[in-house]
């Protein structure tokens, strides 16, 4: 018995500890690695059988991405996580692994789950071998990728956008809350409507309330309801936002600008799952999916002392960054061109083309509103529009972007760095092998390595 097993856990007394056992019970350990990108690149070199892989690795939820990464490859593993909730579980069932164990865990359920798992892997390896032998007709469409109908309307094929997506289709269908990051104008709330969409909730309501634009003296009536005669003014008994969401989903829009204090009550109702209406003396339970978008930094919030840390950790369970427009270029023609069509057929034009010009303009303009701003263009642009190709566009001054200062470049190794930044994340922070960074960017990766090392990019490498 000689299979090879890769643990990724960031603890180094923990993953010491399971080595020593699978060791000890005549299996080898191709070795330890503590991030998910790490992880990649032994799973590339090593090949392991299986992976036992730890869910929250350094605070985050990498191990599941990492998960549903392996899933993909057909690469068997067994997640070991302290954490057993019913959003943790949920989020591991949609990545079908090969079993799960609770932390602290005896080292016969270690033994016996890993025996189970690898038989299980076994068995699915010839019949995937015997089914490739006999495809020679395979059904049509079985294989294909086909879209989601969620996803209409939703343009982007840049990898940063399509692997955003990804994480999309595979939070959907749980009960997860999600947190939605994102410049103005990013799509936060489009993707929003789509989790729900892909949800089982997805018959239920979909209920938005935005957060900054309620005044502070309302927004709990208007989260929690209230009952007639509450206050002045309070003629009848209103739903909140929390019970019209039952059995649905409820976007908590801009969160980051709702106050400490109501702050404190949100955390209840998210932990509860229970409302309190104003003047009322009963609870009513709620049923409803929470996402949460907002455009601020809350992790710099949450540091401040402007966000409470306990409502930012029940939010972030699967946080979903949104890129500014400016990281993904490759999607600004596709845009363009998908609104053109649209407004045309709003103005009952025919629909204009775009002059090689216009796009060159387009691709060079820094998109501080991103996508809402470049629609606003185009629909101007369509409206101006006279004849059969769009030859001239009118582009606001290209001011900094909003929460760029580094537009002022220091030096070359800001320059260096950015670009580094922006091409481990087309890659989901993966250094060597096939559409690694260091192949489009033509470096040797032990040299790509020590740059990154050298220019403080490490860390990122775990976030992208
Ligand atoms: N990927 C996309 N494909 C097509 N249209 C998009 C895409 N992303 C955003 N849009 C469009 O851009 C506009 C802005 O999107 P949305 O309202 O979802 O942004 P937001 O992130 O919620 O912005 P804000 O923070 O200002 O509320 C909408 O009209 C939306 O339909
Ligand atoms: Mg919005």
């Not at 949800?199 to 309330?209: A, E, F, H, N, W």
Request: glycine share 6%; charged share 25%.
């Amino acid at each position: 018995m000689r299979e090879k097993i890769l643990i990724v856990e960031d603890e180094f007394v923990e993953a010491n500890h399971v080595q020593t056992i699978l060791e000890q019970a005549g299996y080898s350990v191709s070795g330890i690695a503590r991030s998910v990108n790490i992880a990649l690149e032994m799973i590339e070199a090593e090949k392991p059988t299986l992976i036992l892989l730890d869910i929250f690795l350094k605070g985050s939820l990498t191990g599941i991405h990492l998960g549903n990464t392996l899933k993909e490859k057909g690469i068997a593993f067994v997640y070991l996580s302290a954490n057993s909730n019913r959003d943790t579980l949920e989020m591991a069932k949609a990545t079908e692994p090969y079993g799960f164990l609770v932390k602290p865990f005896r080292e016969k359920d270690l033994l016996v789950t890993l025996e189970i798992a690898l038989y299980l892997h076994e068995q699915r390896s010839k019949f995937n071998a015997s089914k490739a032998q006999t495809k020679s007709n395979p059904k049509p469409g079985a294989t294909a990728t086909g879209k989601d109908k969620a996803f209409d309307g939703i343009i982007g094929d840049s990898p940063i956008f399509q692997s955003l997506l990804e994480d999309v289709r595979l939070v959907a269908p749980t009960e997860t809350s999600v947190l939605l990051l994102g410049e103005t104008g990013t799509g936060k709330e489009l993707i929003a409507t789509a989790i729900h969409q892909l949800s089982r909730k997805r018959s239920g309501p979909l209920v938005k309330v935005n957060c900054a634009a309620i005044p502070a003296t309302l927004v709990e009536s208007i989260l929690f309801g209230h009952e007639q005669g509450a206050f002045t003014g309070a003629t009848q008994r209103k739903r909140g936002k929390f019970e019209q969401a039952h059995q649905g989903t409820i976007l908590l829009d801009e969160v980051g600008e709702i106050s400490l204090d109501m702050q404190a009550k949100l955390l209840r109702v998210l932990q509860e799952k229970e409302v309190e209406p104003l003047g009322g003396e009963e609870v009513i339970k709620v049923d409803c999916r929470v996402i949460a978008a907002t455009n601020r930094d809350l992790e710099a919030e949450v540091a401040s002392g402007r966000f409470r840390m306990d409502l930012y950790y029940r939010l972030t369970v699967f946080p979903i960054l949104l890129p500014p427009l400016r990281q993904r270029p490759e999607d600004i023609p596709t845009l363009a061109r998908h609104f053109t069509s649209q407004h045309s057929q709003k103005f009952g034009k025919p629909e204009p083309a775009l002059a090689a010009t216009v796009i060159a303009a387009l691709l060079k303009y820094p998109w501080p509103g991103n996508i809402r701003e470049l629609e606003h263009v185009i629909e101007r642009a369509v409206l101006l529009s006279t004849g059969d190709t769009i030859r001239e566009i009118t582009l606001p001054k290209p001011a900094p972007a909003p929460d760029s200062p580094k537009i002022v470049l220091s030096s070359m190794e800001q320059v260096e760095r950015d670009h580094i930044i922006d091409v481990l994340r087309q890659c989901d922070g993966r250094i060597s092998g096939k559409g690694g960074a260091a192949e489009l960017l033509h470096m040797n990766a032990s040299t790509l390595n020590s740059r990154i090392k050298k220019l403080g990019i490490q860390k990122l490498r775990n976030i992208l």
